[in-house]
């Protein structure tokens, strides 16, 4: 087959570095049993090759921000096609912005939020565009795990209990908070010139708005998404246009439940419920992975339908005596199986296809065996998959995608089987426009 290798969820994470647990509630799920971080750049990233989907390099999370390594995955692979260059997009950059946006908006507690999704992570490149890691934090550069994050995040949590943010009046004041954020991240005094000679010390300014009257982004190290080019399709006339990543992401809707305007915006498209109309989502996606666009997909993890082989399966979960640890996630397709293609029979995932071939994968009476995902929990580990296809890659089988799997609440930080309902763990996709 392919030699590749809803409105928006919100992706949240009660992130226990030690242990990897995710809510039950739909957290943004690190990988079960999660090592401490201080081993990020231990593990060597996936170098196998890839064709179609020409993704960058498998990267691992450190704490519950699995959407924006998504994104991230997403934006980069679009580059890739467009220049021919892996571009190592910085999540920290991201991951900052997004903590400021929460705690000088009063959208903070006593903790800050690492949850979002792909809307709100198109609108944090809208307004402060995206860094490259060596631009950011250069020591990170090129390193599979970022132990700054999960620093960062334990001293900004610390700051809004007992520090400098803990009263309300003070989460206010924009320049003590881009301060705090500053000192949590330990940043070189270059990057927070380059920061605050663009934005302001007291963030008056967004690269969208205010982007006339200062350096260009070139010299401040800060690209435009107007800047970053991305390869897209056009699918009224079926020619590839070296775009931007602004005409990838487009603008918000009226409302948060609106489409992205744009003619090239990617969008959100919700799993149906009925079997027909969940053929006719999975044909979309096939197109679209045809053609090697990077499809980003949320769904809903047990951990114990993960296999030794990399792979979720609701028999694993059978064999396992039931629901495990879970929570949501947010990751990007990379390839797919598909049996009882008319005068094919079965289209293996990583072997290549012919055209014909393909189409007659789009049959209405083909049935997906299942969706290979590109993931952000690391790459060669051995001591929690063995037996993965491709390092740093997981199967999500039909039968799982489909579900209906329990999803269950927490008791005591630990999933109780006896309060369960049943859920379907395919949440959304996001799609190039016109599929």
């Known amino acids: 087959m392919l030699d590749l290798l809803k409105n928006s969820r919100w992706l949240s994470l009660a992130a226990l570095v030690g242990l990897g647990c995710a809510t039950s509630l739909g957290g943004c799920a690190t990988n079960p049993d999660q090592d401490d971080v201080s081993e990020a750049a231990e593990e060597g990233a996936s170098t196998d090759a890839i064709t179609q989907v020409n993704h960058t390099k498998v990267k691992r999370q450190s704490i519950g921000n699995c959407w924006l390594y998504a994104t991230v995955s997403w934006l980069e692979a679009l580059n890739k096609m467009a220049t021919g260059e892996e571009a190592d997009v910085s999540e920290s950059y991201l991951t900052f912005w997004h903590w400021f946006d929460q705690i000088a ?17 198109a609108e944090l490149i809208n307004r402060y565009g995206v860094m490259l890691e060596k631009d950011f934090i250069a020591a990170e550069a090129g390193t599979e795990m970022s132990s700054r994050q999960a620093s960062a995040l334990s001293a900004m949590n610390a700051s809004l ?50 982007y006339t009257t200062r350096k260009t982004p070139t010299t401040m190290k800060i690209q435009r998404a107007r800047d970053f080019a991305a390869k897209l399709k056009d699918v009224k006339t079926g020619e590839w246009k070296t775009a931007t990543l602004q005409d990838a992401i487009g603008s918000k809707g009226f409302s948060s439940w609106s ?3 744009g003619a090239f915006a990617w969008q959100e498209v919700d799993f149906p419920s009925d079997a027909k ?14 053609d090697g666009q990077p499809v980003i997909i949320s769904w809903f993890v047990d951990f114990n339908a993960l ?10 979960i059978a064999k396992r ?49 299942f969706l290979r995902i590109k993931n952000s929990w690391g790459s060669f580990r051995p001591d929690r998959w ?35 309902f049943d859920h379907t763990p395919l949440w959304d996709v996001t799609l190039p426009a016109g599929y």
């Open 307 to 316: 296999s030794s082989s990399a792979t979720f399966s609701v028999e694993e």
């Open 259 to 261: 489409a992205r305007t």
């Open 105 to 121: 908006n009063g959208a903070s507690g006593t903790e800050v939020s690492t949850g979002g999704s792909y809307g709100v992570a």
């Open 161 to 210: 209990k007992d520090g400098a943010l803990k009263d309300p009046a003070a989460r206010r004041d924009r320049a003590k908070v881009l301060a705090e954020l500053f000192k949590a991240w330990n940043l070189d005094e270059t990057v927070k010139r380059n920061i605050t000679n663009t934005f302001g010390t007291s963030v008056t300014r967004t690269i969208d708005k205010s």
């Open 277 to 290: 109309s969940r053929r006719a989502f999975f044909k979309r996606v096939q197109r679209a992975l045809h």
């Open 386 to 420: 063995n037996d993965a296809v491709i390092p740093g890659y997981h199967d999500l089988t039909a039968g799982y995608l489909n579900g209906p799997v329990k999803k269950c609440s927490e008791k005591d930080g630990v999933t109780d089987p006896t309060n369960c």
């Open 321 to 369: 005596g039931g629901p495990g640890r879970q929570g949501g996630h947010m990751t990007v397709l990379h390839d797919y199986e598909i049996t009882n293609v008319p005068g094919f029979g079965t289209l293996k995932a990583g072997e290549s296809a012919t055209a014909d071939q393909l189409q007659a994968a789009l049959a209405d009476e083909a049935q997906l065996s």
